[in-house]
């Protein structure tokens, strides 16, 4: 059962309501550090969640394999596994596929066949299809979801899974054996579903590519968004909100290539009594962002963390209607639901924050690839300050850095 | 034989006793109804409820009754129909009337319930929150391009951003009405609204009165099958272009402003001669295919110095399609026209029969624009009975842009649907060119109730937005899963993209 997917059509409607809890750590050295840091803040968020829910993301995993796209599959049965493989041995190459290693924990039961494989497309598969690789992971990605009854892809970016189930989080952390994972960004996720099917893959993060999402609260201009977002091809299929703020960060930052700052601002749009108080340059800017994304404005209240590889970046609603801080301690920047999670990592932060509504709060893994257009030749400190916005935060990422 | 078999709809009863013999009602009607011999005495027959009479009596002694006499009953065969045949026996004619189609098919606006939001969500308060319903009317392009600003952050790129689009305060305009099928002061009414509220009116196709210049950032000019009023100067003043196609309440059907309406003033803004009849006819005889309204929406931008060119037509069967072409030939717009849209004059065969709802039009053509990846190359425009702002709510979260208001805006200015526009003999002054009528609005003050109209139905929206938990109506827009359908067939749910309630 807990692999079966409900569908969001016409058949089985129906959206999963929900408040969480969230955590994000990241080291901006790019030093690694065990699953475990990870599950000590949402041990102490379990409150957030009621058992229904917990999951994980862990960024700089796979060491091993870091130009495959590492998919970790959920299945329902051996045929739904069986019906993925011949898929992807359509497309790819699949350099290694294992079970996924897990222990058994009281409290997490029910789980399907989790299997992991690390991939690459075939041979002249790009050139074929004439898309990018990316597109075609992307392509795989949907296929499977949408098409084979009881298989799930929960990741599929490089150097990177995610790890979720129904269960609290740290129970989910221990099936998964987190601990003997090495990572320099982590998110992690507790879920309260108002109304749920126990699905395994309805757990957070949700993920495409590289990117992952951990989200709290509830996305009430979930109907335009997905429909927005199926104008590009992107099916949303899960029947919950966290999906389509995954889905909108890769079409604004991949396909159509905008900054990081700018996608953050079109979904936790300005006011236009402040866009019209902007000087005309940036007014301009901001008009067409807002006109041309509206459909893509993340309306609700919320807190996301996008995970990706090179960092994170957490962003709350357009009037902070979800919880959000934010600290640093060293080169470790830390956001959570709670100062808790934040002090149950890093006792004495060197600073804590709370980030205002619409705002977003990054962290960049040094001499990691950057999520900006390709054309745009900033340096990342450029970069840093276009997207932390304000000039004291500016100079505190100049510090660190330093 | 008497000369018609048709009995009167309505009595008029005057409470002899308390009227005061003013004789008021005998100069407010436009209709002829009173003749006055010490007392105003009523003719019934003449009678089109409109309530003028009833507004104006200081004694409050008129009331009006609907007949009682009765038919055999027949469901089969109305009153309605029977009258129909006894006017056409008798006179040979097409039958002629007008505003919206009042006949009893299904308003899917009632069939459907806005959703709110509890706990999980929190709705937001707008009276203490920001509540934003600035709509930008035109062509968006696929994707925002932009490039460093050299200040470490960034800009539009060339040709990056949004293109000339319309800024509208609130996303209601009002529907096309023209110069001698309403009188000037109802255009001047509207324009003036328009500004104030930072909307747009529109000229209909009777071209654009010079008294509205001062306003003509906040006009839509049309151009229609008869060209009335079309110059460069006409194309060069108006915010947007728009080309009628078609109009809900007589899809595929022309037309005629009969001459006695060409007084001078609409003579000289239509450019015809005076007291000549004003024919638009059914198809514009330059477009007789879509690649022709190609070459018009082009002539007409290169003419107008590249502003938004719209193009208006009537829901009809096969809308999608129609609509997707009218995008990829180049509109900024399409404005869709229900078959409950009104009308100053139609032939009622056509008003009563001719085309689909717009509830349906906008969910097949949002659709349709979706599949076909240019949703964003168009706005779309939605009109034909938005009668509250629970249906602009409703059009909007079904994937209208914008909605445009007519006979809601002309009720705020008097208008009571008596649907006798037709006649010319408005007694509130609104469809009419006699000036001992026209004079009845004064344009500030009828300014003044369609600016209170937008504001309330903006409240309301806001009101509404706030319920839905979003705080701008870009998140409501094309956001059907905020809406459940009630007693509707299951065809139709899919149709619209809403699901049942309880689901």
Partial sequence: ?402 | MPATFIQPEFRVKIDYDRCHKCGRCVQQCGWGVYDFNERPIPHDEKCRACHRCVTFCPARCITIERNPLAYRDNDNWTAGLRKAVWKQAETGGVLLTSMGNPQPYPRIFDHLLLDACQVTNPSIDPLREPMELRTYLGRKPDAVKVEPDGAGGFKLAEDGGMSRNIELATPIIFSPMSYGSVSLNVHKSLAMAAERCGILMNTGEGGLHEDLYPYQDHVIVQVASGRFGVGPEYLQRGAAIEIKIGQGAKPGIGGHLPGEKINKEVSSTRMIPQGTDAISPAPHHDIYSIEDLRQLIYALKEASGYKPVGVKIAAVHNVGAIASGIVRAGADYVYLDGFRGGTGAAPAVIRDHVGIPVEIAIAVVDQRLRDEGIRNQASIVAAGSIRSSADVAKAIALGADVVAIGTAALVALGCHVCQSCHTGSCSWGITTQKPELTRRIDPEWGAERVTNLIHAWSHELQEILGALGVNAIESLRGSRERLRSIGLDEQTCRILGVKPAGM
């Fill in chain 1, 1 to 402: 059962m807990s692999a079966t997917r409900p569908r969001y059509a016409e058949e089985a409607p129906f959206k999963i309501h929900g408040g969480c809890g969230l955590a994000g750590i990241c080291d901006e050295s790019g030093k690694v550090m065990s699953g475990e840091q990870i599950i000590l803040a949402m041990a102490v968020q379990r409150d957030r969640g009621n058992g229904l829910g917990g999951g994980f993301a862990g960024y700089g995993i796979y060491p091993e394999f870091p130009d495959h796209f590492a998919f970790h599959l959920m299945y329902h049965d051996e045929h739904a596994r069986e019906q993925t493989e011949a898929l992807l041995a359509e497309h790819c190459v699949v350099d290694l596929a294992e079970p996924m290693p897990t222990r058994p924990v009281k409290g997490v039961c029910d789980a399907p066949l989790l299997w992991r494989y690390f991939l690459k497309p075939l041979p002249g598969e790009i050139e074929r299809l004439e898309l990018s690789e990316e597109d075609m992971v992307v392509r795989l990605v949907m296929t499977i979801n949408a098409t084979v009854d009881g298989a799930f892809v929960a990741s599929s970016g490089k150097n990177m899974g995610v790890f979720k189930g129904v269960g609290f989080p740290e129970e989910i952390g221990h099936f998964y054996r987190l601990e003997e994972y090495e990572g320099h960004t982590w998110t992690g996720h507790n879920r309260f579903p108002t109304n749920t099917p126990g699905w395994w893959g309805g757990a957070h993060p949700f993920a495409l590519l590289d990117w992952t999402i951990v989200h709290n609260g509830e996305i009430s201009a979930y109907g335009i968004n997905s429909r927005y977002l199926e104008q590009f091809g992107y099916k949303c299929t899960l029947g919950t909100d966290t999906e389509v703020a995954a889905y909108l960060f890769d079409l604004m930052l991949r396909r159509h290539g905008l900054p990081l700052e700018l996608a953050c601002t079109a979904l936790a749009a300005p006011l236009w009594s402040d866009i019209d108080r902007m000087p005309p340059e940036k007014r301009e800017l901001m008009r067409s962002l807002r006109a041309v994304y509206g459909p893509a404005m993340l309306n609700g209240p919320f807190a996301i963390i996008l995970g990706f590889n090179g960092g994170m970046v957490a962003l709350n609603d357009r009037i902070k209607l979800r919880p959000l801080v934010a600290a640093r301690a060293g080169s470790i920047v830390i956001v959570a639901s709670e100062e808790a999670a934040i002090r149950a990592v890093a006792p004495n932060p060197d600073a804590v924050w709370m980030p205002k509504a619409g705002e977003p709060t990054v962290a960049r893994v040094q001499g990691m690839p950057w999520p900006i257009h390709g054309d745009l030749h900033l340096t990342p400190q450029q970069v840093s300050c276009a997207v932390l916005g304000t000039e004291d935060v500016c100079d505190e990422a100049v510090e660190v850095t330093a």
